[in-house]
């Protein structure tokens, strides 16, 4: 790899949406992408899927403080910086419609969609600053089940798809990455959400609609954005989300 490519790290990137993301940038020239997964094996198999130069495995189970730093003392070691940081992984526990409120449901989906998100943000925190590009990029991977204004209004867009779980971790997500996008606003950091829409992968038995081909442009996009671009926003391929 030549000194000036880029560092990626994608979380969630041995399958889904995250695999296809890590596979649209580093077809890109100038990228060395890292696979996060939380199985090292699988992180292994994904990458050689792919059979690009530029891609390699890098273990991080986000729900683990021990994985998340020895994850970026790896990073650290090898290559100082990081330069665009995808926090993609992320789980839907409910499986039902209906399903009640619990505290261990809530607990469990919370310590990877939120608390996994914070925290390895914060642990990369240190090698973004490091980044060698002008507008460092980190990206939050959502979904619009997120949006408050949708779920308030009674009419809303999905005004029968519950999943209150988890529905209520990526609202939580969402001001996360707005605190991020606002701690570094004047650094010129490009913080943003993203959501990639309902698309067809395990996460919902392929039910979904959408393509991960489709699914994965907007992080792309987000993941380039120049010093010009954006921050702070949450959007998908129509255009911006109402919060
Ligand atoms: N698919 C949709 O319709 C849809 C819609 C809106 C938003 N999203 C969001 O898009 C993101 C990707 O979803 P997807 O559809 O690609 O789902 P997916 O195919 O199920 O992939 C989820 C990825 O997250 C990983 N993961 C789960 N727990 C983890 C942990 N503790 N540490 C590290 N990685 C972990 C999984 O690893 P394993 O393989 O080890 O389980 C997998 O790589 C999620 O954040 C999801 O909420 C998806």
């Known amino acids: 790899m ?18 296809e993301i890590a596979k649209q940038i580093a077809s890109l020239k100038g ?3 890292l696979i996060g997964s ?3 094996e699988r992180g292994v198999k994904a990458t050689e899927s792919l059979g690009l130069p530029n891609v390699e495995p ?19 070691s090898k290559f100082g910086r990081l330069d665009i940081l995808i926090n993609n992984a992320g789980v839907a526990l409910e499986g039902y419609l209906n399903v009640p409120t619990t505290r261990t449901l809530l607990r469990e989906t919370f310590e990877i969609n ?22 460092p990029s980190v990206i939050f991977v959502s979904s619009d089940l997120g949006s408050l204004a949708y779920r308030a209004d009674p009419q809303g867009l999905f ?3 519950n999943f209150p779980v988890y529905r209520t971790s990526k609202a939580a997500m969402n001001m996360l990455a707005l605190t991020f996008a606002q701690r570094f606003r004047e650094k010129g950091w490009k ?6 829409g309902y698309t067809a992968t395990e996460f919902n038995n392929f039910m979904g609609t959408g393509t991960v081909e489709d699914a994965a442009k907007g992080a792309v996009r987000l ?7 954006e921050t702070g926003t949450y959007s998908e391929k129509e255009g911006v989300i109402p919060w």
Do not use: C, M, Q, W
């Open 2 to 19: 030549s000194a000036t490519d880029k560092i990626v790290l994608i979380t969630g990137a041995n399958k889904g949406i995250g695999l």
């Open 31 to 33: 990228h060395h992408v």
């Open 38 to 40: 939380r199985d090292a």
């Open 58 to 76: 890098l273990t991080i189970d986000v729900s683990s403080d021990e994985s998340v730093a020895s994850a970026a003392e790896s990073v650290k």
């Open 114 to 135: 939120v608390f996994g998100a914070a925290a390895t943000t914060e642990a990369f925190v240190p090698l973004l600053e490091k980044s060698i590009s002008p507008a």
């Open 159 to 161: 005004k029968d798809v």
């Open 191 to 196: 913080v943003n959400i993203h959501n990639p």
């Open 223 to 229: 993941a380039l954005l120049g010093p010009d671009g």
